[in-house]
């Protein structure tokens, strides 16, 4: 590690920011020691703060059903071999009550943008949920919606709501993207979504096509600026039906050099050690969580539609990345010296 990295790592331990000069430097001067470094710094910063537990939400995928046709995404609607599924609200229900009884207190329904969920139906769940489980909190991360959508359901009772950004820069967002979508509206669901008194969560994959270095700094300036309660970060995975299914997988390392980055930015993040980590890598989620991550999403949808939510290649849903398999989970974050917790798990701002 040269003088000037360890310089720059001081000083966003110290600063909690640097410019987008510095990001890049930072990003292509890494080596082996610098990562260690960042990862003790991001990891005692989350101790301080969180202490040596881990947060877990129940993933339901509750339809890969969507109106978009994002070029990396598995579930999009160009995609014919995709095979669709839809969830019925009982369906939901039961996914909830059966994570309830296996000590999850947040509930993640997420999908694609499918629009047989309406703002009714979703009402309906939402508070459904809410008044048979008072002390769990509701996540909801279905896309983009209008703002008076997002504000009915938050009025249901919705409390989070995850919509990475998926890129800050426009033009590298107009490359993973169908014409008709737009960083700009992105933008607007983001900041309407905290208006609304949502816990927001932001977030990027790392290596998509075309991201360049100076991308990922802007991403981290975005992070900064926008202050989300929660950010997801994992490697970019192509799928085989997409045009993007020769595109190489993102790195692993720079996934968790950058969650790393984030947990030193913004020390009080929620930071998943996402799916797609553990998917790229043997091990992923552990060195996702001593990288700092300090939540883990696992999957509580029915065993029958998991192997069809697939956004990537070989996307794990079985072994802990099972909600079933909560102490398969729990013995492997024991034994990096991490404890799972029954909590709504809310981010400390
Ligand atoms: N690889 C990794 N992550 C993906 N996502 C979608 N497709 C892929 C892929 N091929 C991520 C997107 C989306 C989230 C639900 O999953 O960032 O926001």
Not at 98 to 127: H, K, N, P
Not at 154 to 181: C, S, V
Not at 302 to 312: C, H, N, Q, S, T
Request: charged share 25%; hydrophobic share 35%.
């Amino acid at each position: 590690m040269t003088p000037e990295t360890n310089a720059l790592i001081d000083k966003l331990a110290e600063q909690h920011s640097l410019t987008e000069a510095e990001y890049i430097h930072l990003i292509e001067t890494r080596d082996a020691d610098a990562q260690a470094l960042l990862a003790g710094l991001a990891r005692e910063a989350a101790d301080a703060v969180y202490g040596k537990t881990v947060f877990i939400r129940g993933l339901i995928e509750i339809s890969n059903i969507c109106k978009n046709d994002c070029l990396y995404c598995g579930i999009r609607r160009g995609n014919a071999d995709c095979v669709r599924y839809r969830l019925s609200p009982e369906q939901i229900l039961s996914c909830v009550d059966e994570g309830y009884t296996l000590g999850f207190r947040t509930f993640v329904m997420q999908g694609g943008e499918d629009g047989w969920f309406t703002d009714d139906i979703l009402c309906e769940l939402i508070q459904t949920i809410k008044t048979r489980y008072p002390d769990c909190a509701v996540t909801l991360s279905l896309g983009e919606r209008g703002r008076d959508s997002f504000a009915r359901l938050r009025k249901a009772g919705a409390d989070r709501y995850l919509l990475r950004h998926e890129t800050a820069d426009a033009a590298h967002y107009g490359k993973l993207h169908p014409e008709k979508m737009s960083l700009a509206y992105r933008m607007e669901c983001l900041s309407d979504l905290k208006a609304l008194g949502y816990q927001v969560g932001c977030g990027f994959m790392v290596g998509s096509p075309h991201q360049t270095m100076a991308h990922i700094a802007k991403d981290l300036k975005f992070i900064e600026r926008f202050r989300p309660d929660m950010c997801g970060i994992g490697p970019f995975i192509p799928h085989k039906d997409t045009p993007f299914r020769a595109e190489p997988a993102g790195s692993a390392d720079l996934t968790c050099f950058l969650l790393s980055v984030v947990r030193l930015i913004h020390p009080r993040l929620l930071l998943p050690a996402t799916t797609a980590l553990g998917s790229v890598t043997e091990g992923g989620r552990e060195r996702g969580i001593l990288s700092g991550a300090n939540v883990i999403m696992p999957n509580l949808s029915p065993v029958a539609v998991r192997d069809k939510y697939m956004l990537y290649n070989n996307k794990l849903s079985s072994g802990p990345e099972a909600a079933q398999n909560l102490k398969d989970l729990r013995t492997c974050m024991e034994k990096i010296g991490y404890e799972i917790v029954i909590d709504r798990g809310d981010s400390r701002q």
